[in-house]
């Protein structure tokens, strides 16, 4: 019987997060089409062990902040530049770039000029509905489609005149980890240890500058917990290339924080929260879909600060815009005041109608999350019609 030849996908995925989902597409095309999927690009430890011989190491391809762009910018070219050659020279059926845009998109560019026929999807939409909104029109060119992560970002991606977005699911939204949380949320039901504490998480962010940020505040708010004569259990779950950073800035808080850098016990702790103090990012998302009431905080670095005039969007917290009306408060730069965090914290640890409303706006989000099968699935089968599509013609 004739094998049908393998399918040739080149994939390159930035960071952990491209390589975990670049891993979960790789896995569905493979059971859609009963084909060996053979892989081509740049990827982590996911997608090595699916097959891919990675260009280079996926660490040179994470680009964060502007300082250290300029410092490696001859580097990021030149990797730019080789990756869009070799993918361009390997005529793959398609080339899916995950994520980190200031990398990814002109690879794709690059590549679109290089070979018109290959079909290109980028996987995640750039946050072009939050700044910079002058981006989106500016791949359309050379992008086929967009898998967005968002249920918001095709139409804003319409509205801006950006290539076609389809909506494939955020893969946190089937998370098991975090729906079994959820599950102990509702068994629970906001009730009390039978010690009276209050089980607050603490999530002051997984980069240096951002625990260094919102670490002291955090803090300050604990003790004024204390003081105003809350019972405390300090839940800190980290990721280990902070956790010296948390135990520094923790050692001193009269109430000492369990630090937690286990992945179950990380969860276990998001079941048995009354309330959690976070940064605002992924983990709000997290939070929101465990049903765990929260208060979001960020504090911009100086640098950032200069480009606050091009951010255009309402709220920057991920709940908020999904369920497009407040389910968090946030508490931004100056406002990041432990008074204020205090007494919201206890607002929302309470039985009380502003706890109500979050958990209430917490179904809204996973409502507009849900998608008929897996985010992988979804992904699998656009790249399957822009293929087919691109054979055709």
Same mark, same amino acid.
């Given at each position: 019987?004739?094998?049908?030849?393998?399918?040739?996908?080149?994939?390159?995925?930035?960071?952990?997060?491209?390589?975990?989902?670049?891993?979960?597409?790789?896995?569905?095309?493979?059971?859609?089409?009963?084909?060996?999927?053979?892989?081509?690009?740049?990827?982590?430890? $996911?997608?090595?062990?699916?097959?891919?011989?990675?260009?280079?190491?996926?660490?040179?391809?994470?680009?964060?902040?502007?300082?250290?762009?300029? +410092?490696?910018?001859?580097? *990021?070219?030149?990797?730019?530049?080789?990756?869009?050659?070799?993918?361009?020279? $390997?005529?793959?059926?398609?080339?899916?770039?995950?994520?980190?845009?200031?990398?990814?998109?002109?690879?794709?560019?690059?590549?679109?000029?290089?070979?018109?026929?290959?079909?290109?999807?980028?996987?995640?939409?750039?946050?072009?509905?939050?700044?910079?909104?002058?981006?989106?029109?500016?791949?359309?060119?050379?992008?086929?489609?967009?898998?967005?992560?968002?249920?918001?970002?095709?139409?804003?991606?319409?509205?801006?005149?950006?290539?076609?977005?389809?909506?494939?699911? $955020? +893969?946190?939204?089937?998370?098991?980890?975090?729906?079994?949380?959820?599950?102990?949320?509702?068994?629970?039901?906001?009730?009390?240890?039978?010690?009276?504490?209050?089980?607050?998480?603490?999530?002051?962010?997984?980069?240096?500058?951002?625990?260094?940020?919102?670490?002291?505040?955090?803090?300050?708010?604990?003790?004024?917990?204390?003081?105003?004569?809350? +019972?405390?259990?300090?839940?800190?779950?980290?990721?280990?290339?902070?956790?010296?950073?948390?135990?520094?800035?923790?050692?001193?808080?009269?109430?000492?924080?369990?630090? *937690?850098?286990? $992945?179950?016990?990380?969860?276990?702790?998001?079941?048995?929260?009354?309330?959690?103090?976070?940064?605002?990012?992924?983990?709000?998302?997290?939070?929101?879909?465990?049903?765990?009431?929260?208060?979001?905080?960020?504090?911009?670095?100086?640098?950032?600060?200069?480009?606050?005039?091009?951010?255009?969007?309402?709220?920057?917290?991920?709940?908020?815009?999904?369920?497009?009306?407040?389910?968090?408060?946030?508490?931004?730069?100056?406002?990041?005041?432990?008074?204020?965090?205090?007494?919201?914290?206890?607002?929302?640890?309470?039985?009380?109608?502003?706890?109500?409303?979050?958990?209430?706006?917490?179904?809204?989000?996973?409502?507009?999350?849900?998608?008929?099968?897996?985010?992988?699935?979804?992904?699998?089968?656009?790249?399957?019609?822009?293929?087919?599509?691109?054979?055709?013609?």
């Amino acid at each position: 019987m004739h094998q049908p030849r393998p399918l040739k996908l080149a994939i390159v995925a930035g960071e952990e997060s491209g390589d975990l989902l670049g891993a979960d597409l790789v896995s569905a095309l493979t059971a859609a089409t009963g084909r060996q999927i053979e892989l081509f690009g740049v990827g982590g430890r $996911h997608l090595q062990a699916l097959g891919l011989n990675s260009l280079f190491d996926q660490s040179q391809i994470a680009i964060m902040g502007v300082t250290a762009v300029v +410092r490696d910018l001859p580097r *990021i070219v030149y990797r730019i530049n080789q990756t869009a050659r070799a993918v361009a020279r $390997h005529a793959p059926d398609c080339l899916v770039t995950i994520d980190v845009p200031g990398f990814n998109l002109p690879v794709a560019r690059k590549v679109r000029a290089a070979n018109p026929a290959i079909p290109i999807v980028h996987y995640v939409c750039p946050s072009v509905w939050a700044w910079r909104a002058g981006r989106a029109p500016k791949m359309r060119p050379y992008v086929d489609k967009v898998l967005c992560l968002l249920p918001f970002e095709p139409q804003a991606l319409e509205r801006l005149g950006g290539p076609a977005g389809i909506f494939v699911g $955020h +893969r946190l939204a089937r998370d098991p980890w975090i729906a079994a949380a959820a599950e102990q949320q509702r068994r629970r039901a906001g009730a009390r240890r039978e010690d009276g504490a209050t089980t607050v998480l603490v999530l002051p962010g997984s980069r240096g500058s951002e625990v260094r940020g919102l670490l002291p505040a955090f803090g300050e708010t604990a003790a004024i917990l204390r003081e105003r004569g809350n +019972r405390l259990r300090l839940l800190l779950p980290t990721v280990p290339n902070v956790a010296d950073l948390v135990r520094h800035g923790t050692e001193n808080w009269p109430n000492q924080p369990e630090i *937690i850098l286990d $992945h179950g016990r990380k969860w276990e702790a998001f079941g048995e929260a009354d309330v959690a103090l976070a940064a605002s990012g992924t983990v709000s998302l997290e939070l929101a879909l465990a049903r765990v009431p929260f208060v979001a905080c960020y504090k911009v670095d100086p640098v950032m600060k200069l480009f606050q005039g091009m951010i255009s969007i309402w709220t920057a917290s991920l709940p908020n815009l999904i369920a497009d009306h407040p389910v968090v408060p946030e508490y931004y730069n100056e406002f990041v005041r432990p008074g204020a965090l205090a007494r919201r914290v206890e607002q929302l640890a309470a039985v009380s109608l502003e706890r109500a409303a979050q958990i209430e706006g917490f179904e809204d989000v996973a409502a507009a999350l849900a998608t008929p099968k897996p985010s992988g699935e979804m992904a699998a089968d656009v790249i399957l019609r822009e293929i087919r599509a691109r054979a055709g013609k």
